[in-house]
């Protein structure tokens, strides 16, 4: 069974500039989430979707993030624009319906903003 | 709110011999769940162990095993018979009984020595 697939691995760009990260989570899993690791420390829930509706995304920087899940699969992460206190690991992880114990990580996308 | 606490920064074991890793967490929810992930250098995190807050029993898997005292809030992480594998960051993570979210703590970085 594949994992869960994220890209870039790797993305640099200069502040100001968009960015967007894709995620495919493993297949039947309805619950997708996107996490924001910063160095040196655990990840931050960003957004939470059950199927195509983001259930949690009360840490979602509206102003410049936003994040899709077209027909409950694949989503999309966004930043526009980017600063440099974006820099950080974004993780993708996806799991099988509430309450199920384990989340499923992907390798994660390194942004970097100069 | 929740909160998880990791101490160690950083921690040697030599090969073969045992670890415990510090996890101590404050909720004010009666049904939680306790989560282990280990994150190797190349980003992905790992689901290793989980308790429930009503678990009687301390959980464990293989070499893993979760040292749970409710009453002091804690859930150390137990690593038996540490290998070179075993080299790399380790998060304790809480969820709220029933949710989806986690809640990660800032991660101990661990060397396995010859």
């Known amino acids: 069974e594949a994992g869960v697939v994220q890209s870039p691995r790797y993305k640099i760009i200069e502040k100001k500039q968009p960015v967007a990260f894709w995620c495919n989570p493993i297949?039947?899993?309805?619950?997708l989430y996107w996490y924001r690791q910063n160095l040196g420390q655990g990840p931050e829930l960003l957004i939470r979707?059950?199927?195509?509706?983001?259930?949690?995304d009360s840490q979602l920087p509206k102003d410049r993030f936003s994040a899709e899940r077209l027909k409950g699969v694949d989503s999309t992460l966004k930043i526009q624009p980017a600063e440099l206190g974006d820099s950080a690991v974004y993780l993708c992880?996806?799991?099988?319906?509430?309450?199920?114990?384990?989340?499923?990580f992907g390798p994660g996308t390194r942004l970097t903003v100069t | 709110a929740q909160k998880i606490t990791q101490t160690q920064p950083g921690m040697f074991v030599q090969e073969k011999e045992a670890v415990t890793l510090d996890c101590t967490y404050d909720?004010?929810?009666?049904?939680?769940?306790l989560f282990w992930y280990k994150q190797p250098s190349s980003g992905e995190m790992i689901f290793l162990i989980y308790?429930?807050?009503?678990?009687?029993q301390n959980a464990t898997e293989g070499r893993y095993s979760l040292n749970f005292q409710k009453a002091r809030k804690s859930a150390n992480l137990v690593i038996s018979a540490s290998q070179l594998g075993d080299s790399a960051m380790y998060f304790c993570?809480?969820?709220?009984?029933?949710?989806?979210?986690?809640?990660f703590g800032t991660g101990t970085q661990l060397k396995v020595e010859l």
């Open positions: 993570a809480m969820k709220r009984g029933g949710g989806n979210k986690l809640t």
């Open positions: 992880a996806s799991s099988q319906g509430q309450g199920i114990i384990e989340q499923y």
């Open positions: 909720t004010s929810d009666p049904s939680y769940g």
């Open positions: 308790q429930g807050s009503y678990d009687q």
């Open positions: 979707y059950e199927n195509e509706e983001a259930v949690d």
């Open positions: 297949s039947g899993h309805n619950t």
